[in-house]
């Protein structure tokens, strides 16, 4: 069986260590013979590097290791790409989140103003990745999980439109974790589901089980009284205010029993809630540097200081196991249905062809084939239109250098109450972003 070798982009991120854990746990399915990470942070990238280093001595001594900041070292003879990267670090994403809550305005790292700054810092970054890979490994294919994950595939579809990258999203598959557990299942695997909307912003309409069985009244009883909420949930989504999304999808689901509602929307639907739940002084950004930097990167230092990784408490991050997936069925053909961001294409009868939608797709050795949704209800049509606009503005504004469609982007968001409150917002998000976005005019 062929060995594959994969670059890992953004080699310094906290999740490192949990997608290499989780590459060593389906080598029979997905084998390896060569791994390399790569960062333009040197610094940050050592200390994981080197942990991961002895990581891959210990368990899988076979598999050749390098972590480099040179692009040509770290993209030549690989088969794939895995990209997360986060242009800025977590300093700018606390920025992304307390600039908006200053005017009572949603402050998130994928959602409302926040979510476009940090995708107007993400677009340059993910597009020399791409660029990179196609100069050193051109047949490679590039697995990206970059957020904010919608902003970046537009950007992908209007800058890089023959390019062999696949964008995706592991919210789905952390909420179909917790499905799968409130329904008594083994595993995520076990539902056969139909989901449909825009990155962070979709809803399932069918969920049954392998033998047909429709499991949606027994899901939908469940989140109309609890949400999301299960005993043991998944291992990413821990910290309190994951909890309360979670719960909170009970209300969201109420907007529409219909279907059942990826968490994010509660940023579009409450955006009131949330900002008057939100601590303007400490938002998630300090509680990922308080809570999971510390822990990962303090992890890796008792590795390299030990020189073993006996006893670590870093675990296979549940995300990467879709990451895995994504790339057995490309090398295998093996024509799974994956939940992808492509370019909608008829997929939804009636939205946007040019729109980049979140939706099934059976993955194959040429890439995704989006299964047809057919005509979504008004109510969701509308919110997508809306949201989708915000992200088409956006990438044109960091295509054009545009002041004015970033300012008509802002403005757009369901989370921004007028384009007044917009304007002051942008006026800050310029100064602060000044070292990362295109000079706007």
């Not at 309360?244 to 029993?257: G, H, I, M, R, Y």
């Not at 279907?259 to 968490?263: A, F, K, Q």
């Not at 990467?320 to 490309?330: C, E, G, M, P, T």
């Given at each position: 069986?062929?060995k594959f070798?994969?670059?890992?982009?953004?080699?310094?991120?906290?999740?490192?260590?949990?997608?290499?854990l989780m590459?060593?746990?389906?080598?029979e399915?997905?084998?390896?013979?060569?791994?390399?990470?790569?960062?333009?942070?040197?610094?940050?990238?050592?200390?994981?590097?080197?942990?991961c280093?002895?990581?891959?001595k210990?368990r899988?001594?076979?598999?050749k290791?390098?972590?480099?900041?040179?692009p040509?070292?770290?993209?030549?003879d690989?088969?794939?790409?895995?990209?997360?990267?986060?242009?800025?670090k977590?300093?700018?994403?606390?920025?992304?989140e307390?600039i908006?809550?200053?005017y009572?305005v949603?402050?998130?790292?994928?959602c409302?103003?926040?979510?476009?700054?940090?995708?107007?810092?993400?677009?340059g970054?993910?597009?020399?990745?791409?660029d990179?890979?196609?100069?050193?490994?051109p047949?490679?294919?590039m697995?990206?999980?970059?957020n904010?994950?919608?902003?970046?595939?537009e950007?992908?579809?209007?800058?890089?439109?023959?390019?062999k990258?696949?964008?995706?999203?592991d919210?789905?598959?952390?909420?179909?974790?917790?499905?799968?557990?409130?329904?008594?299942l083994?595993?995520r695997?076990d539902?056969?589901?139909?989901?449909?909307?825009?990155?962070?912003?979709?809803?399932?309409?069918?969920?049954k089980?392998?033998?047909?069985?429709?499991?949606?009244?027994?899901?939908?009883?469940?989140?109309?009284?609890y949400?999301?909420?299960?005993?043991?949930?998944?291992?990413?989504?821990?910290?309190a205010?994951w909890s309360?999304?979670?719960?909170?999808?009970?209300?969201?689901?109420?907007?529409?029993?219909t279907?059942?509602?990826?968490?994010y929307?509660?940023?579009y639907?409450f955006?009131?809630?949330?900002?008057?739940h939100?601590n303007?002084e400490?938002?998630r950004?300090?509680?990922?540097?308080?809570?999971?930097?510390?822990?990962?990167?303090?992890?890796?230092?008792?590795?390299?200081?030990?020189?073993t990784?006996?006893?670590?408490?870093?675990?296979?991050?549940?995300h990467?196991?879709?990451?895995?997936?994504?790339?057995?069925?490309?090398?295998?053909?093996?024509?799974?249905?994956?939940l992808?961001?492509?370019?909608?294409?008829?997929?939804?009868?009636n939205?946007?062809?040019t729109?980049?939608?979140e939706?099934?797709?059976?993955v194959g050795?040429n890439?995704?084939e989006?299964?047809?949704?057919?005509?979504?209800?008004?109510?969701?049509?509308?919110?997508?239109?809306?949201?989708?606009?915000?992200?088409?503005?956006t990438?044109?504004?960091?295509?054009e250098?545009?002041?004015?469609?970033?300012?008509?982007?802002i403005?757009?968001?369901?989370?921004?109450?007028?384009?007044?409150?917009?304007?002051a917002?942008l006026?800050?998000?310029?100064?602060?972003n000044?070292?990362?976005?295109?000079?706007l005019k």
């Open positions: 069986m062929k070798a994969i670059s890992i982009s953004g080699g310094g991120s906290t999740f490192t260590p949990g997608i290499i590459l060593l746990d389906n080598l399915k997905f084998p390896i013979r060569e791994i390399k990470m790569y960062d333009n942070d040197e610094k940050r990238q050592s200390k994981i590097g080197e942990a280093a002895i990581l891959l210990e899988a001594p076979e598999i290791f390098s972590y480099s900041t040179n040509a070292e770290a993209f030549s690989i088969d794939f790409v895995m990209a997360h990267i986060r242009v800025g977590y300093p700018m994403r606390e920025l992304d307390k908006p809550l200053k009572g949603v402050g998130q790292e994928t409302g103003p926040g979510g476009i700054a940090y995708g107007m810092r993400s677009i970054g993910v597009i020399e990745l791409i990179y890979m196609e100069k050193y490994s047949n490679a294919w697995l990206n999980y970059s904010p994950a919608a902003i970046v595939a950007a992908t579809r209007r800058l890089k439109p023959n390019s990258v696949l964008n995706i999203c919210m789905p598959i952390g909420t179909e974790v917790r499905m799968a557990e409130i329904l008594g083994d595993s695997k539902l056969d589901v139909i989901y449909y909307g825009l990155n962070h912003f979709g809803w399932w309409k069918s969920i089980d392998k033998a047909g069985n429709d499991l949606m009244p027994i899901l939908k009883d469940h989140i109309s009284k949400g999301y909420v299960a005993n043991k949930g998944d291992n990413q989504h821990t910290d205010s309360d999304t979670f719960a909170k999808a009970k209300d969201v689901f109420a907007v529409d029993p279907t059942l509602p990826n968490t929307l509660k940023y639907l955006p009131d809630y949330v900002v008057k939100s303007k400490y938002t950004a300090n509680e990922v540097m308080d809570g999971r930097e510390k822990f990962v990167f303090g992890e890796c230092q008792k590795i390299t200081e030990n020189k990784s006996k006893d670590t408490a870093l675990h296979i991050d549940e990467a196991s879709y990451i895995v997936d994504l790339a057995r069925a490309i090398a295998f053909n093996t024509k799974e249905k994956m992808l961001i492509v370019e909608n294409n008829g997929a939804i009868v939205f946007d062809p729109g980049m939608v939706i099934p797709c059976l050795n890439g995704p989006p299964l047809v949704i057919g005509a979504i209800p008004q109510f969701q049509k509308g919110l997508m239109e809306q949201q989708v606009s915000v992200e088409k503005l990438v044109e504004a960091w295509i250098g545009s002041y004015q469609k970033l300012w008509q982007a403005t757009m968001s369901k989370t921004v109450p007028s384009a007044s409150v917009a304007k917002i006026d800050d998000l310029i100064v602060a000044k070292n990362y976005w295109p000079i």
